[in-house]
Nanobody
Framework: QVQLVESGGGLVQAGDSLRLSCAAS????????MGWFRQPPGKEREFVAA????????NYADSVKGRFTISRDNAKNTVYLQMNSLKPEDTAVYYC?????????????????WGQGTQVTVSS
């Protein structure tokens, strides 16, 4: 069992940066691939970024490539999402997720554990 707690969301202006953190409980964190997803208001949840258990494989949605960076610190049981050059369309509730997903990193249902989400609001 893995419990995930996101933090770092907030209200920022377009062009600003935020760093989201996702702290995981449990000694098996290192075994899991980690993903970030978001759900904009009135829309379905969408993939943002994913990092493999070793950190050796990283993938991003096209909409965030070049602006967002995912990383993990297995010693701290934490995964991060550095978000730069934020845009109003990045406004969403951001969720982190853990699972043994391999190449299916963009598929939400393949993740086993989810955090409660953190709100990111970007004003224009």
């Amino acid at each position: 069992q893995v419990q995930l707690v996101e933090s770092g969301g907030g209200l920022v202006q377009a062009g600003d940066s935020l760093r989201l953190s996702c702290a995981a409980s449990g000694r098996t964190f290192i075994a899991y691939d980690m993903g970030w997803f978001r759900q904009p208001p009135g829309k379905e949840r969408e993939f943002v970024a994913a990092i493999s258990w070793s950190g050796g494989s990283i993938n991003y949605a096209d909409s965030v490539k070049g602006r967002f960076t995912i990383s993990r610190d297995n010693a701290k049981n934490t995964v991060y999402l550095q978000m730069n050059s934020l845009k109003p369309e990045d406004t969403a509730v951001y969720y982190c997720a853990a699972g043994l997903v391999g190449g299916k990193y963009a598929r939400g249902p393949d993740y086993n554990f989810w955090g409660q989400g953190t709100q990111v609001t970007v004003s224009s």
